[in-house]
């Protein structure tokens, strides 16, 4: 995400005591998310799929004429309607009014939280499928799948060791070009440069950029590694939620390295305040927002979402349902700040808006 000078002067606009613009919080402890125009709607699609995971706003510029358009949201379900882990195998879309519609069915089972929309007309999603060899639950090895904005498959990518997992993902959108950065539950982290024209998505290079981050098998939750990333192109920095680690890492000039063997620098490491982060995504204002899913570092100060600075200073948190945040994404469409959260537990989607005030 570029952070725009736009989101600080409407969170200021709201939050006038704050003198420090990096102190504007989004979250401020409940009381401005809890005050925001909000819809609430189901995830589960018509075959029943359950746990709802990846979330992604499709982006202002989407071309028209496809079944989903600019300012709608993605989510990607990770389970079947038994709630078995890692064979859910739809997409659905919520429009801004909340109504939803099935997007897309992957052939692939265990799509995942490695959701994205490029601006030139394509879905990126990430799948993980899981079996179950005497009742343990069994990660397998995944894959990236790219739809156009019909639902319709165009093209599956396949990495043994760069995308054998993919678990969270985010794009640098350049049009006719991308960097779409994707983790890997088994501990990695790579950089796919993309080409795009009216023939389609090429992928020009695959790089690792980061690795080293812990990945634990967990029979409650199938397994923890890096999840959520969120790219800050001013700073050319890759933030990176190692859920297993609960820690949050940075991986500086991210979109030019050529090789990463570690996990990059500590940003976040908060034992108080983070429980497993999952999702993660830049708030309005400029700060990081992270997931907590709770499947590390469980009990004490229960919270859904974090709210932190890029130089690491907690600045708010917003309570919620323990275990139940996953993904979460912002956006700024049409004058308006939106902020997008699952809860995997009730499997619903909550969208925020902010409307600007000039």
């Not at 078995?84 to 265990?110: H, K, M, N």
């Not at 080293?212 to 397994?223: E, F, N, R």
């Not at 800050?232 to 990463?260: C, K, P, Q, Y």
Request: hydrophobic share 40%; with cysteine.
């Amino acid at each position: 995400m570029t952070r725009n000078p736009f989101f600080r002067i409407l969170l200021a606009a709201v939050s006038l005591e704050c003198a420090a613009w990096g102190q504007v919080s989004f979250l401020r402890n409940n009381s401005i998310l809890n005050s925001l125009q909000s819809v609430t709607g189901s995830t589960i699609p018509s075959n029943g799929d359950l746990n709802p995971y990846g979330v992604a706003f499709v982006p202002a510029g989407f071309p028209s004429g496809g079944t989903i358009a600019a300012g709608d949201v993605l989510v990607a379900n990770f389970n079947s309607s038994g709630n078995t882990q890692g064979t859910g195998t739809t997409i659905v879309s919520a429009s801004p009014s909340g109504q939803q519609s099935l997007f897309a069915t992957s052939p692939l089972p265990g799509v995942d939280t490695a959701l994205g929309v490029l601006s030139s007309g394509y879905v990126v999603v990430g799948n993980l499928p899981v079996t179950y060899p005497n009742n343990v639950p069994t990660p397998g090895q995944g894959s990236l799948q790219i739809f156009d904005r019909n639902g319709h498959l165009v093209s599956t990518l396949n990495d043994t060791n760069l995308l054998s997992s993919p678990w969270g993902l985010t794009i640098n959108d350049q049009g006719a070009a991308a960097h779409v950065f994707v983790s890997n539950a088994t501990g990695n982290v790579t950089r796919l440069n993309l080409s795009i024209n009216n023939n389609g998505v090429t992928v020009i290079s695959k790089t690792q950029i980061g690795a080293g981050y812990t990945s634990k098998l967990i029979p409650a939750v199938v397994v923890t590694g890096p999840t959520g990333l969120a790219y800050d192109s001013v700073r050319d920095t890759l933030f990176v939620a190692s859920t297993a680690d609960n820690e949050i890492f940075g991986i500086s000039n991210a979109s030019t390295r050529t090789s990463g063997s570690d996990t990059g620098f500590v940003v976040f490491a908060d034992q108080t305040n983070l429980h497993g982060p999952l999702g993660l995504a830049f708030g309005p204002n400029g700060n990081l927002i992270a997931a907590n899913g709770d499947a590390v570092n469980a009990g004490g100060t229960q919270n859904a979402l974090v709210e932190f600075t890029e130089q690491g200073s907690l600045v708010a948190t917003y309570g919620g349902a323990p275990g139940a945040a996953f993904g979460i994404a912002s956006a700024n469409s049409e004058g308006a700040v939106r902020f997008a959260a699952v809860d995997d537990d009730l499997n619903t989607l909550t969208v925020w808006t902010l409307r600007s005030p000039f």
